[in-house]
């Protein structure tokens, strides 16, 4: 079985410019989380998607961040216009979703964007 | 407002000791915790999950335990190799409403030939 995919891997920008990411969960997977990493901390939440629906996107800066679930499938979480401090790993992972046992999160290898 | 604590940051252990990894949540009420390894460059490798009504979990030589009472999870890896040597990391998804989701800053494992 396939796992969270994610792409690209690694992106390089100009201050300013749009960048896009892109993640196909787990088949069957519900649940989508869409979190940022930057060095030495832990992931911190930016949205996460119950099949198509945004049921906690409060910690997504939403003046320059976007994102969407289209049909409840795979996900595109997008930066316009990209600043300096947006330089991070951006990490997908999913969950089948509904009780706590389904709720294990498995997570993608994630891409890392350098804003110069 | 959740908070959760990681101590130590860093450890460095001789192979084959027996190590805890301690991991502290302010809120009480979780809905489930789980511990993920994390490989440098890469993502997150879920290790186990424990639900809210769970006090522990095993798989193979890694045994995790949940005290809610206490705000308090421990990860145990016995006879550690140094193939264990990753960041650890636990995520608390908080109860009701949002279920938000909380991680640590980890703890740097390194393991000793």
């Known amino acids: 079985e396939a796992g969270v995919v994610q792409s690209p891997r690694y992106k390089i920008i100009e201050k300013k410019q749009p960048v896009a990411f892109w993640c196909n969960p787990i088949s069957g997977h519900n649940t989508l989380y869409w979190y940022l990493q930057n060095l030495g901390q832990g992931p911190e939440l930016l949205i996460r998607y119950e099949n198509e629906e945004a049921v906690d996107d409060s910690q997504l800066p939403k003046d320059r961040f976007s994102a969407e679930r289209l049909k409840g499938v795979d996900s595109t979480l997008k930066i316009q216009p990209a600043e300096l401090g947006d330089s991070a790993v951006y990490l997908c992972?999913?969950?089948?979703?509904?009780?706590?046992?389904?709720?294990?999160?498995?997570f993608g290898p994630g891409t890392r964007l350098t804003v110069l | 407002k959740q908070e959760v604590t990681q101590i130590p940051a860093a450890l460095s252990v001789p192979e084959g000791e027996n190590l805890v990894l301690n991991c502290s949540f302010t809120d009480s009420a979780i809905y489930n915790l789980q511990w993920f390894r994390q490989d440098p460059g890469k993502g997150l490798t879920s290790l186990l999950l424990?639900?809210?009504?769970?006090r522990e979990q095993t798989s193979g030589r890694l045994n995790a335990s949940l005290d809610k009472s206490s705000g308090r999870s421990t990860l145990y890896i016995a006879a550690s190799q140094p193939g264990d040597s990753a960041t650890y990391l636990c995520?608390?998804?908080?109860?009701?409403?949002?279920?938000?989701?909380?991680f640590g800053t980890g703890t740097k494992l390194q393991v000793i030939p």
């Open positions: 424990i639900q809210s009504s769970q």
């Open positions: 995520a608390v998804i908080n109860s009701g409403g949002y279920q938000k989701v909380t």
């Open positions: 992972a999913s969950s089948l979703g509904g009780g706590p046992s389904q709720s294990e999160q498995f």
